[in-house]
């Protein structure tokens, strides 16, 4: 029983990456038929804060500690945080580049999570001992594969069909000039870091918040409610049109709905209670297996090309 235990933080990750992974593909589909961002975050969180309001009503009102002004503070800012903003940087991020780039930012949230929990002493590292010297090396193994994947591109793995990418090359051409697509990819890659280290800064917060307030499915709920008003209340001091909150076919319905109740509500529940068994940097340390994941479902459904790195001459077909 007390290896089962040991183990049920690992599985309950990586279920949450592969329902993550599903999250992307899925976002990266929508976004490219334009759907606003701000649309989506609020329906998101709404919906679930809908789902597991009930859920965290009845099943820990037996547990649940009062909930006090300081306890909503801190959900509310982990709304910020960790819901509104942090999405609507991701979701930019994806539109910009692809769900693949996207994760490979993620692969930083390990390094950049351990860093922020150190000065709040949820992080040790004795740099003598083999433990300290594994989080050194870790860490540096991180940082140095997010770089490598931000700046080289090798051949592809995989050839569409010489029509599909003539195709795609030329759909490309008529939308974006050269340099406005590099202009995309470089704001793109600007708001994927900020969306890091919103990601990162959550990590740390919500290990606070599970020590005052450890009911993951009640927290999760406020968190997605409060995240819910933010992003409506950004989206409607920016864009004064009511057509853009029509949601239009299946695919943008499934997407809100799954996003919603398995994006935005269990795996956040699953997270929590990962950060309160295991901490934040342990939960962190499987946000790079969602590029995996992602990268196998990236190819088949979007059709997006998967390179062992970028080169200058790659870098400029992509783009020409």
């Keep these: 029983m007390a290896d089962c235990n040991e183990w049920k933080p690992f599985i309950a990750m990586i279920t949450v990456d592969f329902a993550f992974s599903i999250v992307n593909i ?36 037996g547990s649940r500690p009062k909930l006090t002004f300081r306890i909503s503070c801190y959900l509310f800012l982990s709304a910020i945080v ?29 390094v950049v999570t351990f860093i922020m929990a150190l000065p709040f002493k949820m992080e040790t590292v004795h ?29 592809p793995l995989f050839n569409h ?33 900020a969306g890091t280290l919103l990601w990162s800064s959550w990590f740390v917060l919500q290990s606070h918040i599970g020590r005052r307030y450890p009911c993951q499915y009640s927290s999760t709920a406020i968190m997605s409610f ?41 795996c956040y529940v699953g997270m929590s209670w990962c950060v309160k068994k295991r901490g934040p940097v342990f939960t962190a340390a499987f946000s790079p297996l969602v590029q995996i994941m992602a990268a196998m479902l990236d190819v088949p459904v979007l059709h997006e090309e998967l390179y ?8 400029i077909m992509q783009q020409e």
């Design 161 to 193: 069909s010489p029509n599909q990418a003539v195709t795609r090359a030329m759909d490309h051409g008529l939308k974006l000039s050269h340099a406005r697509r590099a202009e995309r990819w470089t704001f793109g890659c600007i708001a994927l870091l």
């Design 226 to 266: 409060f995240g819910a008003i933010q992003s409506a209340v950004l989206c409607l001091s920016t864009k004064r049109s009511l057509s853009i909150w029509v949601l239009k076919g299946k695919i943008e319905i499934i997407t809100v709905l799954y996003a919603g109740m398995i994006g935005s509500g269990l």
């Design 26 to 61: 899925l976002l990266k589909k929508v976004l490219d038929e334009g759907i606003n961002h701000l649309v989506l975050i609020t329906y998101r969180l709404s919906i679930s804060a809908l789902f597991l309001g009930p859920i965290g009503y009845f099943w820990e009102r």
């Design 308 to 315: 062992l790195g970028r080169t200058k001459k790659c870098r």
């Design 82 to 110: 960790g819901a509104s903003l942090t999405q609507y940087f991701f979701l930019i991020g994806i539109q910009y580049t692809s769900a693949t780039f996207a994760c490979a930012f993620v692969n930083m949230v390990p």
């Design 127 to 155: 740099i003598k001992s083999n433990s300290g010297k594994a989080k050194t090396l870790g860490a540096l193994v991180c940082v140095a594969g997010a770089i490598l994947l931000t700046v080289y591109r090798g051949a």
